[in-house]
T-cell receptor, first 116, second 107 residues
Framework: NAGVMQNPRHLVRRRGQEARLRCSPM?????VYWYRQLPEEGLKFMVY????????ESGMPKERFSAEFPKEGPSILRIQQVVRGDSAAYFC??????????????FGPGTRLLVL | KNEVEQSPQNLTAQEGEFITINCSYS?????LHWLQQHPGGGIVSLFM???GKKKHGRLIATINIQEKHSSLHITASHPRDSAVYIC?????????FGTGTSLTVIP
């Protein structure tokens, strides 16, 4: 049973470009969470999604960031017009049932985004 | 002030030592989690607690809801335990992370 998969593992973008981060949850999991870990800082929640629904995006920056989890395919975290401050590790986690941390979450390996 | 405070920030131990990492929080919670982040960055969920105590192998996690405090204990520590340990709390409609405790176990 494959774990949570994220790709790419490393992503380099120039300021102003778009970054697309993909997350494939574990088989049978319908809940996806995105977290950001800035350099020298802890994890911060960004968004919680179920299939085709955003349940909680209270941790998402108001501009340039969006997330989706379509009926088919991986969850996508999209960052438009990236800036240097977006450089961070972005982790995805999935769980089979109810939201937030009420179920054990399984983390992906993360995507390291570097904005030049 | 952060909603979740961990101590110590950094910890170095000799192999075999008993280790305790503490987590205090200031919000009402429905659950608390301990996560382990390996040097390569990968994160593993260790425990989810809402009361009492849980044990998994050499790891023990306890929580005192009245005192808003949790501890993670590692018995007979080993170099492979070297990682960052992160405490996270779920309030039911928001969740918060501690900044982590960096543990190094020396052979």
């Amino acid at each position: 049973n494959a774990g949570v998969m994220q790709n790419p593992r490393h992503l380099v973008r120039r300021r102003g470009q778009e970054a697309r981060l993909r997350c494939s949850p574990m088989k049978g999991h319908s809940h996806v969470y995105w977290y950001r870990q800035l350099p020298e800082e802890g994890l911060k929640f960004m968004v919680y999604l179920q299939k085709e629904n955003i349940i909680d995006e209270s941790g998402m920056p108001k501009e340039r960031f969006s997330a989706e989890f379509p009926k088919e395919g991986p969850s996508i975290l999209r960052i438009q017009q990236v800036v240097r401050g977006d450089s961070a590790a972005y982790f995805c986690a999935s769980s089979p049932q109810t939201g937030y941390f009420q179920e054990t979450q399984y983390f992906g390996p993360g995507t390291r985004l570097l904005v030049l | 002030k952060n909603e979740v405070e961990q101590s110590p920030q950094n910890l170095t131990a000799q192999e075999g030592e008993f280790i305790t990492i503490n987590c205090s929080y200031s919000v009402g919670i429905s659950a608390l989690h301990w996560l382990q982040q390996h040097p390569g960055g990968g994160i593993v969920s260790l425990f989810m607690l809402s009361s009492g105590k849980k044990k998994h192998g050499r790891l023990i996690a306890t929580i005192n809801i009245q005192e808003k405090h949790s501890s993670l204990h590692i018995t007979a520590s080993h170099p492979r335990d070297s990682a960052v340990y992160i405490c996270a709390v779920d309030t039911g409609n928001q969740f918060y992370f501690g900044t982590g405790t960096s543990l190094t176990v020396i052979p």
